[in-house]
């Protein structure tokens, strides 16, 4: 028997956590995805449970193609799915532009959505399966300089209900994590960790992890992780005024991510 899981964004942060955790559940065996293949190839080597990769950028054109074929060849079926490869690039709309959009989008939800529906047909002949979709406290909550990438989780939110509904007769769940600030190379919060009283805003990819385990294997609907986040959700509708007002005087202030080289 055993159960076939997926992560892709498995070669760092959240993602490498997430493969690290799901590899302890019995009878288990983890696909990798990610663009790094020596990162990739290492973890695979370390995990205690059987791993193979797919080394892609998802954003390419035959990368859904690519990874469903990887997951056919192995022939036994896929029981999770965790979407949580992404990237935030920082830049105001008037200075970064539709360009910053479009390549965020790109990778956080079109990406998610047609490797979605690569594996679907997989997932659905395997159910009862999952999908836990990793997007971001951001996608409730707006910041100065982090549109883009917000308008990219909202839509993978948004996304994600529909589907969570939708998919529910063909026992696929479909979960969601929304992580706050987590300590990761892609979003290092080293501002925040710095400073005593924002230090223990941040947390751990292990964490993350067992927020992902929560919404993938224990059927969990959406999990903010760390869990006070969701009061930042209720507090966007509840006090729309003052919630505005905080986040414009916090403008370019402690809350930044950053750009990883070379992207
Ligand atoms: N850390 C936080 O504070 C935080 C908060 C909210 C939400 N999140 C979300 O959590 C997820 C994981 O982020 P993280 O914090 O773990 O960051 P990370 O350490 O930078 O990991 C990002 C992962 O995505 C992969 N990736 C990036 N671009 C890719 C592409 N084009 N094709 C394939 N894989 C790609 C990276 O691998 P390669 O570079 O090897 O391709 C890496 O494994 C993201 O969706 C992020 O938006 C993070």
Redesign the pocket.
């Known amino acids: 028997m055993g159960r076939t899981f997926l992560v ?9 956590a997430v493969a690290r955790r799901l590899a302890a559940e019995p009878g288990s065996r983890l696909i990798l ?4 293949e020596d ?1 990739l190839r290492a973890l695979a080597e370390e995990l205690p449970a059987p791993a193979s990769w797919v080394a ?4 390419e054109a035959d990368a859904p193609e690519r990874v469903a074929a990887h997951v056919e060849e192995r022939g036994e079926g896929l029981h999770l799915l965790v979407n ?5 690039w920082r830049g105001r709309f008037g200075d970064a532009g539709w360009e910053n959009v479009k390549r965020t989008m790109e ?2 939800f079109d ?1 998610v959505v047609r490797l979605t529906e690569a594996l679907l047909p997989a997932l659905r002949a395997s159910a009862p399966s999952a999908i836990v979709n ?5 996608g409730r909550i707006s910041r100065p300089g982090a549109g883009a ?1 917000s308008a990219s ?1 909202y839509a993978l939110i948004g996304w994600s209900d529909a589907l969570h509904a939708e998919e529910r007769e063909s026992g696929v769940h479909v979960g969601l994590v ?10 290092p ?1 080293e501002e925040l960790r710095a400073r005593f009283w924002t230090r223990r805003l941040v947390s751990t ?1 292990q964490k ?1 992890a067992e927020a992902v385990v929560d919404a993938g294997l224990r059927g969990r609907a959406e999990r903010y992780v760390p869990r006070p986040y969701g009061l930042v959700a209720v507090l966007r509708i509840l006090a729309p005024g003052l919630v505005r007002r905080v986040i414009s005087g916090g403008a370019g202030g402690a809350m930044t ?1 950053a750009t ?1 080289p070379g992207e």
């Open positions: 892709t964004g498995a070669s760092s942060g959240i993602g490498e995805v990610a663009r790094r990162r892609t950028d998802l954003t949580n490869a992404g990237a935030s990778l956080n990406a990793v997007a971001s406290t951001a990438y989780k929304m992580p706050g600030f987590i300590a990761t190379e892609g979003f919060a990819p993350a991510t990883r």
